[in-house]
Structures are given as C-alpha cells and as structure tokens.
Nanobody
Framework: QVQLVESGGGLVQTGGSLRLSCAAS????????MGWYRQAPGQQRELAAT???????NYDDSVKGRFTISRDNAKNTVYLQMNSLKPEDTAVYYC????????????????WGQGTQVTVSS
C-alpha cells in the first residue's frame, strides 16, 4: 500500500523555473529508483529523468542541462528542478517509483502518481 503525492506544477513563462516534488508514503520498505515521466496531449508518455537509491541519474536528451533530479532518502521524496523552461516542456508530469513494500517478504513493484500539470507559455 503506497501512495505517490506530487506537487509543484503550474503555469510559467518561457525561461522560468519550477520545482516538482513527489513523496512516497505507506508501507515502503526500500526504494530502488524514482523518476519523472511526462505526457503531452495526444502523445505517448516519455521519460524525463530518473534517479536510483544510490544517486545514479538518467536524463532525456531534451532536458539535459536544464533539469536536475534529486532525492531525499530520509523523506522518500524525489524532486525535479526545472530551469530554462520551454513551451515544448508543457505536459502532465507523472512521478514513478520502483520500490518494495512490507509483506510476507518485500514485494517489489511499480507505482505512479496522479500527475501534475506543467504549462510553459510563450
């Protein structure tokens, strides 16, 4: 039983910044990785950035140099600092977690947040 709660989305002008956060709560035993995926209207959901529990990061080429993903292990929280935003960054951003929960044995599974809207105006 895990819930991912996202916040920080909104409307910003081209060149502006936003910081997204996603907190995992519930029966979290261990987080293997967390990340952010985004989906524009009529398009497929695609990876923006991920980070492992050890701190290894991966970025889509379209956001390299502009976005920074980080995490607070003690709070089971992942952040996405988005700078130099462009209209093409406009999308619903979904938090994702690869984690294990308490049970008869730790159960590893994938979880998704509800999504937060990011709109970049020109």
């Amino acid at each position: 039983q895990v819930q991912l709660v996202e916040s920080g989305g909104g409307l910003v002008q081209t060149g502006g910044s936003l910081r997204l956060s996603c907190a995992a709560s519930g029966s979290v035993f261990r987080i293997n990785a967390m990340g952010w995926y985004r989906q524009a209207p009529g398009q497929q959901r695609e990876l923006a950035a991920t980070i492992t529990s050890g701190g290894s990061t991966n970025y889509d080429d379209s956001v390299k140099g502009r976005f920074t993903i980080s995490r607070d292990n003690a709070k089971n929280t992942v952040y996405l600092q988005m700078n130099s935003l462009k209209p093409e960054d406009t999308a619903v951003y979904y938090c994702h977690a690869d984690l294990a929960t308490w049970g008869s044995w730790p159960r590893r599974d994938n979880y998704w947040g509800q999504g937060t809207q990011v709109t970049v105006s020109s």
